[in-house]
């Protein structure tokens, strides 16, 4: 499969989220993984290693920030971006999900603006900024672009 896109994975159990991300995004030309739920959504990430991951923090059964902290365990994973996406009424999701190990976080509803502009400048910083990743890669090869 010779695609130069950036991929993108989307957690999100919300179809009118999901609808709503994956319309913006393609617009820019992004490759785009989906998972409805946290399981598949690690799966994904390990599979195919995305460059960026886009984390709904409420899901059926897994939360986000569990997931999260699993995808960080996968050295391949440790500097991928991953934006929380979490409700603004749970303010305090926030700094958990940068202690989980999130890069940073987003609030729904979600702002097509904000999430284009977030999710171009984190790729562009990709491997350079880590987050809080503790064991980080400074930068793999391949996904640079
Ligand atoms: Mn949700």
Redesign the pocket.
């Known amino acids: 499969m010779a695609d130069c896109r950036k991929t993108l994975l989307v957690v999100?159990?919300?179809p009118i989220?999901m609808k709503l991300i994956r319309c913006v995004l393609s617009l820019h030309d992004y490759r785009i993984l989906e998972a409805r739920d946290a399981e598949t959504g690690i799966e994904l990430a390990h599979r195919h290693r995305p460059d960026l991951i886009l984390m709904?923090?409420?899901?059926?059964g897994m939360d986000?920030l569990s997931a999260t902290a699993i995808i960080r365990r996968n050295p391949d994973l440790s500097g991928v971006p991953i934006v929380a996406?979490t409700?603004y009424a749970m303010l305090g999701d926030a700094e958990r999900a940068i202690k989980a190990g999130c890069t940073e976080y987003m609030t729904k509803p979600i702002n097509t603006r904000t999430l284009v502009n977030t999710v171009g400048r984190l790729l562009k910083t990709a491997g350079l900024k880590i987050g809080s990743a503790p064991k980080a890669r400074v930068c793999q090869l391949g996904s640079a672009g």
């Open positions: 999100e159990d919300n989220n709904d923090i409420k899901l059926p986000g996406v409700s």
